[in-house]
């Protein structure tokens, strides 16, 4: 009595000869393969064919559950971003990273650590497939690579020659809307920080008001970001007050001017980059007398010998002006003052 392994399906195939020949596969078949098959010799390559199919879907479907194991798993990226480049990849409003995620499909948020000094490198992290994931990032890379270079350079002068450089300084420059316009150059290098339309936007000039500049926006962070900014509260508040406001998925503080009241919603505008917005008034706080020194840096603009072709400007020309000027994306173009 011969024995035979456990699972394994004995087959009868006979030829056209009257011979009989019995085998054994050890192999496991679906419910209609579990039959004594009486198969003439040619139709031995039908079952051959039969059981080689039955393989290959196997295959495909153990391929299949792979790929959707593959496509469905999240790929998280930590990447380091330069302090100076924090508010570049945020934007005003958080413009930048929304589009960022627009673009790529992956979710871009900036880790929240109260402990980090603004000085400091912050870490933002990527959420999404790989490719999603890896597109944010090359896009957040390229914003960083962009970022203009500021040379900070000390000379010392002679305490006798000062009363001559300032008198220089004051009679080579003229004032347009309160801020001082270089002169002696036909072009000068500029920022769009806001546009409303095409006959209404504003820029920041570059001079050494802009590390200035920095410099504030950075001390209004320590300050109005700490747990003493509750002493700041404000109260009432009047039309032509200035405050510290700060700006959506933005950690730092700002400059603003209240343009209306209407009840707990304060319409401020930011003096420092042209940008107008409706802010709950818990969220704001006194600006402090010291940071009051620096002139205003938004200076607001038109273009020159243009008008709409009817009775305002369409959202596709404020686009394509945007988009020409790189407004809020801090990337430096040349400006003509033409009157």
């Given at each position: 009595m011969s024995m035979q392994p456990q699972g394994a399906r004995r087959f009868?195939?006979?030829?056209?000869?009257?011979?009989?020949?019995?085998?054994?596969?050890?192999?496991?078949?679906?419910?209609?393969?579990?039959?004594?098959?009486?198969?003439?010799?040619?139709?031995?390559?039908?079952?051959?064919?039969?059981?080689?199919?039955?393989?290959?879907?196997?295959?495909?479907?153990?391929?299949?559950?792979?790929?959707?194991?593959?496509?469905?798993?999240?790929?998280?990226?930590?990447?380091?971003?330069?302090?100076?480049?924090?508010?570049?990849?945020?934007g005003r409003q958080g413009a930048n990273i929304k589009k960022i995620?627009?673009?790529?499909?992956?979710?871009?948020?900036?880790?929240?650590?109260?402990?980090?000094?603004?000085?400091?490198?912050?870490?933002?992290?990527?959420?999404g497939n790989t490719e999603s994931a890896q597109n944010a990032e090359l896009l957040i890379r390229k914003i960083i690579a962009d970022m203009p270079v500021i040379i900070t350079e000390e000379?010392?002068?002679?305490?006798?020659?000062?009363?001559?450089?300032?008198?220089?300084?004051?009679?080579?420059?003229?004032?347009?809307?309160?801020?001082?316009?270089?002169?002696?150059?036909?072009?000068?290098?500029?920022?769009?920080?806001?546009?409303?339309?095409?006959?209404?936007?504003?820029?920041q000039i570059l001079t050494s008001m802009a590390v200035q500049l920095d410099e504030l926006v950075s001390s209004m962070a320590s300050m109005y970001s700490s747990e003493i900014s509750t002493d700041?509260?404000?109260?009432?508040?009047?039309?032509?007050?200035?405050?510290?406001?700060?700006?959506?998925?933005?950690?730092?503080?700002?400059?603003a001017k209240v343009m209306g009241v209407e009840g707990n919603k304060i319409d401020i505008f930011y003096v420092d980059y042209g940008d107008s917005v409706y802010i709950e008034k818990n969220k704001l706080r006194?600006?402090?007398?010291?940071f009051l020194s620096l002139p205003f840096q938004a200076v607001e603009c038109c273009l020159a010998n243009i008008q709409p072709s009817g009775d305002s400007w369409s959202e596709e020309c404020i686009e394509i002006v945007e988009d020409l000027t790189y407004c809020a994306k801090w990337k430096v173009i040349m400006a003509k003052k033409i009157a």
């Open positions: 009868t195939l006979s030829s056209t000869q009257r011979c009989n020949v019995f085998f054994t596969v050890n192999m496991e078949f679906s419910n209609r393969g579990k039959l004594i098959l009486l198969l003439g010799v040619p139709s031995t390559l039908l079952l051959l064919y039969w059981l080689l199919r039955e393989d290959k879907d196997e295959d495909e479907e153990e391929i299949e559950e792979k790929r959707k194991v593959t496509t469905s798993r999240q790929t998280i990226i930590e990447l380091s971003v330069p302090a100076k480049a924090v508010g570049a990849v945020i995620q627009e673009e790529s499909g992956a979710r871009v948020n900036f880790q929240d650590d109260k402990t980090t000094n603004q000085d400091q490198d912050r870490m933002v992290v990527i959420r000379i010392f002068v002679p305490s006798r020659a000062l009363g001559r450089i300032i008198e220089s300084a004051a009679t080579q420059s003229d004032t347009v809307g309160g801020f001082n316009w270089p002169e002696g150059k036909e072009y000068v290098e500029v920022y769009v920080s806001a546009v409303a339309s095409p006959s209404n936007f504003w820029i700041y509260l404000v109260s009432e508040l009047s039309v032509g007050d200035m405050v510290a406001a700060p700006f959506e998925n933005d950690p730092s503080w700002y400059r006194k600006l402090c007398s010291q």
